[in-house]
Nanobody, 116 residues
């Protein structure tokens, strides 16, 4: 069993920065891709960034240049560095792991609130 635990969310002022962490435990070697999603109030969950086991990254157009996804394999942790935060970045941020079997699991989410 693999579990994902997100952390690092909080209340920040517009223009500030945050680093979110997604720590994976269990049989992590079966994970193919880890993605960060977010869901703002009243909106659908959307993918903002993903990183593959081969360190290929991709980003939503809306966050390119401000969000950076990275991984520390020794710590089984994927990070999402966010800079120049905007009020519209306010959302619950979720970590998602997709396995080679195509099964996916989710973390519990971490809330990011950006004040103007």
């Amino acid at each position: 069993q693999v579990q994902l635990v997100e952390s690092g969310g909080g209340l920040v002022q517009a223009g500030g920065s945050l680093r979110l962490s997604c720590a994976a435990s269990g049989s992590t070697f079966r994970i193919n891709t880890i993605g960060w999603y977010r869901q703002a109030p009243g909106k659908q969950r959307e993918l903002v960034a993903a990183i593959s086991s081969g360190d290929i990254t991709n980003y939503a157009d809306s966050v390119k240049g401000r969000f950076t996804i990275s991984r520390d394999n020794a710590k089984n942790t994927v990070y999402l560095q966010i800079k120049s935060l905007k009020p519209e970045d306010t959302a619950v941020y979720y970590c998602n792991a997709r396995f080679v079997s195509d099964i996916t699991i989710w973390g519990q989410g971490t809330l990011v609130t950006v004040s103007s």
